[in-house]
């Protein structure tokens, strides 16, 4: 008897040590840490390699205006959709430069305005950097380069590009290269990376670490708002899969998923590498929550695996996968407006 009891006893000390442990490991966070790391590991980590991608889509671009080979122009497409990739992946936190310098609008607005691209086609102004600029916000960055590659209906050949659309390609890459190195930079080199991680502690942008905190939050929520309730419902309910996001390329369920992995990329703090998160926050305060964060963005990420055809299609076909994505991406929304959002003002001044 005696033996058996110093044998549980032994087992109590060691579960009372592993659970004490895993406590004090869930505690260790620190909400300053946090937002330095959301800034490198996240935010100023996508961006790098959003402008590293596009520029290589620039520079193929103009080895294929330079060179018409079918090997080149799939190159293109390559880089094109890496570097859509990449962007999609900056859709979760859709503040900082990207919106203060309408970085946003300029290079991801559709659908595009065919009428008004002829337009420029027939015109006989020169493509240079100050006339792309001029130019309408649905009539440069990715679509209309994701237009002038695959064509209406995805199936360009190489005859069917003409001297105007190679010119006017090449000065769209241009602008997108530009752009995105604009935004990295900001982040990067600028002030604005500093403005983030001193929250509360002089920056003026954040008086406090809870509006940084909360522009993320806010940032989460809104993208899946974003992408339920707008890129997926807009084609659904019209029946019009020219509304779609990336129609030519047929990458918007691509596009709808990595916006999903954007959401995930800001609650863990990494792209490439990760540091300190809103998941370490939040697994020091509410376990529970924690794991319905994580449920809910893999469970909205495989719903929109479910949909095995283009999104131009499916808005047809499998409206009813269609619209239980939508409900994923909904609650996942829900629980991180909500729950998260609530536990963040309780928590941190």
Not at 38 to 48: D, M, R
């Amino acid at each position: 008897m005696q033996y058996k009891f110093i044998l549980l006893s032994l087992a109590s000390v060691l579960v009372l040590s592993s659970c004490k442990k895993d406590k004090d490991s869930s505690d260790n966070y620190s909400s300053t840490q946090i937002l330095n790391d959301f800034s490198v590991n996240v935010a100023q980590a996508t961006y790098n390699d959003l402008a590293s991608k596009t520029a290589q889509l620039h520079q193929a671009i103009t080895d294929f205006t330079q060179n018409q080979t079918q090997a080149n122009l799939d190159y293109c497409k390559l880089l094109w959709k890496e570097s859509r990739q990449a962007w999609e992946q900056s859709e979760g936190f859709l503040f900082g430069p990207v919106a203060t310098d309408d970085i946003d609008p300029r290079i991801d607005t559709w659908p595009v305005d065919f009428n008004s691209l002829d337009s420029v086609l027939n015109n006989q102004s020169v493509y240079d950097e100050t006339y792309v600029n001029s130019l309408e916000d649905a009539l440069k960055g990715f679509h209309p380069v994701e237009y002038l590659l695959w064509g209406v209906d995805g199936n360009k050949t190489i005859v069917q590009f003409t001297s105007r659309q190679l010119d006017y390609l090449e000065a769209l890459a241009a602008n997108l290269k530009t752009l995105t190195q604009q935004v990295a930079t900001s982040w990067t080199t600028g002030n604005y990376h500093n403005e983030f991680a001193n929250a509360g502690n002089g920056s003026q942008v954040f008086t406090t670490q809870h509006a940084a905190f909360m522009e993320m939050v806010n940032a989460m929520a809104g993208i899946c708002e974003e992408v339920a309730d707008g890129k997926m419902e807009d084609p659904l309910v019209s029946q019009n899969a020219m509304l779609e996001e990336s129609p030519f390329a047929k990458n918007s369920i691509i596009d709808f998923t990595n916006n999903i992995k954007s959401v995930e990329n800001v609650y863990l703090g990494k792209y490439t590498s990760q540091g300190q998160s809103l998941e370490s926050f939040v697994r020091a305060n509410n376990l529970s929550l924690d794991g319905s964060i994580k449920t809910k963005i893999s469970a909205a990420v495989t719903a929109l695996g479910n949909i095995t055809v283009p999104f131009g299609q499916a808005i047809f076909t499998q409206q009813t996968q269609v619209i239980n994505a939508q409900n994923a991406i909904r609650e996942l929304k829900e629980v991180l407006e909500n729950d998260l959002a609530n536990l963040v003002s309780q928590k941190i001044q």
